[in-house]
Each structure stands twice: as C-alpha cells, then as structure tokens.
C-alpha cells in the first residue's frame, strides 16, 4: 500500500505552498533518499541524478502555488523525477532517435552496506541470486523496487511505469513466481540479499 498523505504531510504541504522554509526541507527530508536510489537505478550518472533531483525540487518550488495538493507526496515526486531524468537524456540525444527503453534501463545494484551482506554469503548463492535477478525484465525490476523498497500502490506504479493496473498486478505476480522458482531463495539467506540489492544502487 502506497504512503497516504497523512494530516501532518497535508499541513507540510500547505505550508510549502505557502513558501514555509522548514517545510520545503521536511519535503525534502522525506523524499531525498528515495529520489536518490530510485534516480539511480534508472540511469547510472551520478551526477546527471543529482542535477535532476535538484531540478524537480526548483520547479515545484517555483511552481507551489499551481501545484494540486498530492495524495502522496513521494510518489509525486518519484515521477517527477523519472520524468526530469527522462527528459534531459531526451535532449542530449536530441540528434538520435531516443526510445524510453533502452535509455532507462532500470539497475539492481549494491552500495556498501549491500555489500558487506554480500560478504557474507557464499559464492553460490550470490551466483543464484544474481541469476534470478537477470531472469527479471528492465520493467519488473523497476516495479519490484517501487511495490516493495519504495512502498508505493499499484495505481501509483501504474502511473510511474506508464502501464495499468492490472498488468502491473501481473508483472508482480509473474516476477515473484519466476524468483519462487529459483534454488536462491529456498532459506531466508536469498530473500534477504535480493532485497538489499533492490533497495538501493
């Protein structure tokens, strides 16, 4: 289930719009992780993941008063996001034909505390794992990360990923019996690094 928008978000919200300092950075408190580690399993450039976060968060400051007060916050700004990123690669391959596929490929990958969990299981089931992970489309991957990491509803991914409902209700369930399936996750050592490697690059 996604995160609602509680009273208190709904307070933060209205005094953001009302160019509250301290509630421009309580919104950006509760967002910035998540914007970061989503932001970089859709594109590996650090630095271009930094430029768009800070876009997104110029913009609906410039633009608070137009903004509709969202049901989630997070997930407002998760798309926006996806969307800032989508479009600066858009413009730097201005001069080649530029599909959404291939120039977000979403990434499962480990920082240090993913890796010092890596350590500490053997190289079969890091092998295991990591072949279970490859059996998982771009999309399934990104969908896994936003329903189980992020928290969000299948309506809000639905809107996200640009697919309905109904067919992201199937890429879960699909994705979740090819990774039942698989000898990496037959004890609790599995499931525990798929996890940390779909929460954060």
């Known amino acids: 289930m996604g995160i609602g928008l509680s009273m208190d978000q709904g307070n933060l919200w209205s005094k953001f719009k009302a160019g509250d300092k301290s509630a421009f950075e309580s919104v950006y408190n509760l ?10 399993k859709l594109d590996t450039d650090r630095e271009l993941v930094k430029d ?55 990434s499962a ?9 890596l350590s500490e299981l053997d190289a079969e089931k890091k092998r295991l794992v990591n072949e279970a992970l490859e059996t998982l489309s771009t999309k399934q991957k990104e969908i896994m990360y936003l329903r189980f990491s992020v928290g969000l509803s299948y309506d809000e991914i639905s809107e996200i990923v640009k697919i309905d409902h109904a067919s992201v209700r199937k890429q879960v369930y699909r994705a979740v019996k090819k990774l039942r399936n698989s000898k ?8 525990v690094l798929f996890y940390s490697m779909l929460r954060v690059f």
Do not use: W
């Open 31 to 40: 967002c910035i992780d998540d914007m970061y580690a989503y932001g970089l």
């Open 52 to 106: 768009c976060i800070q876009e997104v968060f110029i913009d609906i400051y410039e633009h608070r008063n137009a903004i509709a007060e969202p049901q989630n916050i997070k997930f407002y700004i998760l798309k926006a996001l996806k969307h800032s990123i989508f479009k600066k690669r858009k413009k730097e391959r201005k001069k080649t034909k530029f599909h959404e596929q291939p120039g977000l490929s979403f």
């Open 184 to 191: 990496a996750f037959d004890d609790y050592k599995g499931i």
């Open 109 to 117: 990958g480990q920082n240090f505390e993913d890796r010092r969990i």
